[in-house]
């Protein structure tokens, strides 16, 4: 199906020569992690000292559980310097962590019962305290093996220089503030009807521990045995995207806008505000502890898990929707990749190069508004993606019709291609157009996508999900520790480390609120 708003808009930006300014997008990275013992499983120690403090640090922290580190990544517009950054926060952990490595699978290792998964300790300042609760009111909630599910979050910003010069072309009147949140949010509803070929490119998690499923025997019936201690759907892409993963019955009846800041604000907040039967039950303080921050359908905006969000960067102590509401879209987070188990980044270059170029096709597209038939729509083709993406022949749902997946594929990357072309912009290294090549080879042949290529070394080595993600962990970790951070660099994170313990010292000094109190003040905060 042609897309000829896409076309327009190119043609626009070229014949006034401005096309380059699809250029320079920002790209940052997040990756969650487990860290794992020398015999796979979840480690028990604390975060490590020499990391600096999970609450404070801007680049190593932690994300449900003290052993699920996670990575960040400051924003760059050229893809080599934000891994090159990624790869050198690896080598400084893995001077710290002794004989532990890093999962390489979002899929976590074998699980010996909840308590083995310790929950996230943020020191004693009332944020660290909050952080610490909405991690054990989501234990309450969903269960804490859910929690150890790691992946990849792609943090990207279109350049600013282009805003004006597009709101401009298009003759367009508004404010620019509110030009861009349109953007985004066409962006956004972009990516949820086409995301699932990100579950079907970037999918690696065809596969499971069964110890996952302990206690969830209904579920666990649904599943294939690969061996003894695995679970597998032979098609599956990405099972960490499916029912068993970041999909849970409390939000199926969320109804959270996409069509615009305003509405998508509101629904947040009216999600927050609303209490919910099955929390309410398990308590908020009970005993004189906190079991979760509220008993409403969200405790903070952040337990949305949706694949994708509009983000603004929230001051000390603000409330992300409000932070949204006072300042507007600053970039857009792309939550649905898997740990990629090949890249010990847990991504490549050219993969990179593909997020961006999917990203700009979803932002050029068309872009209606979306109503709840539609988001049906898209969450079935979303979840057949995730558990069956690779059957032959697969169809999918458009607008109510039926359609191939590789059929719409190829429409996609057609669109891909047409940016690619500008982003590669003439020069001999075709990175971009490199990067689609890549897409077409696993829509023409699905034993090249990287779910499939793990069973198959998973049944070249005879190996279950555990020993197979143990030995590339491993591989992994081997590999950091070989090149060690270079000196300079180094005492460059020792020191943010140290300035990281020292302001979770000063936090915790310097509260003059009761818990009670600071927790009031956080919900109460208006626009």
Known sequence: MKNTRIESRLNLLVAAGRQNLLKGGLKGLEKESLRVTPSGRIAQTPHPEGLGSALKHP?????????????????????????????????????????????????????????????????????????????????????????????????????????????????????????????????????????????????????????FLTGREGLASKFAEFDEATLFKPYATSLRMSDIGYRNDSQSGLDISLNGLDEYVSSLVKAINTPYPDYQGIGVKVDGEYRQLTANILQISNEYYSPIRPKQIARSCENPTIALKRRGIRYIELRSMDLGIAHPLGLSLREMHLLELFLLCCLLRESPLMGVGEKAEISSNALDVACRGRTPGLILRRGGKSVELREWAAELAGDMRAVAEILDGGESDTVYQDSLAAVMDAIQYPENTPSARVLAEMREHKESFQAYTLRISQQHAEQFRTRRLECEKAVEYSLEAGKSLAGQRQAEESDGLSFEDFLGQYFSQVE
């Open 59 to 211: 680049y190593i922290t932690t994300d449900y559980s003290e052993a699920l580190i996670e990575l960040i990544t400051p924003p760059f517009a050229d893809s080599s310097d934000t891994l090159d950054f990624l790869d050198s926060i690896h080598r400084f952990v893995f001077q710290h962590i002794d004989t532990e490595a890093l999962w390489a699978a979002s899929m976590p290792c074998e699980i010996e019962g909840e308590e083995s998964i310790p929950i996230a300790y943020f020191g004693e300042s009332n944020s660290g305290r909050m952080k610490h609760v909405y991690r054990r009111g989501l234990a309450w909630r969903y269960g804490r093996p859910m929690q150890s599910i790691a992946g990849i979050h792609f943090n990207y910003s279109v350049n600013e220089t282009f805003w004006p010069v597009l709101q401009d072309l298009l003759g367009d009147h508004s404010s620019i503030g509110s030009f861009i949140a349109g953007q985004y949010f066409g962006l956004i509803r972009n990516v949820q009807r086409n995301g699932w070929l990100v579950l079907y490119l970037f999918g690696s998690s065809p596969a499971f521990c069964k110890s």
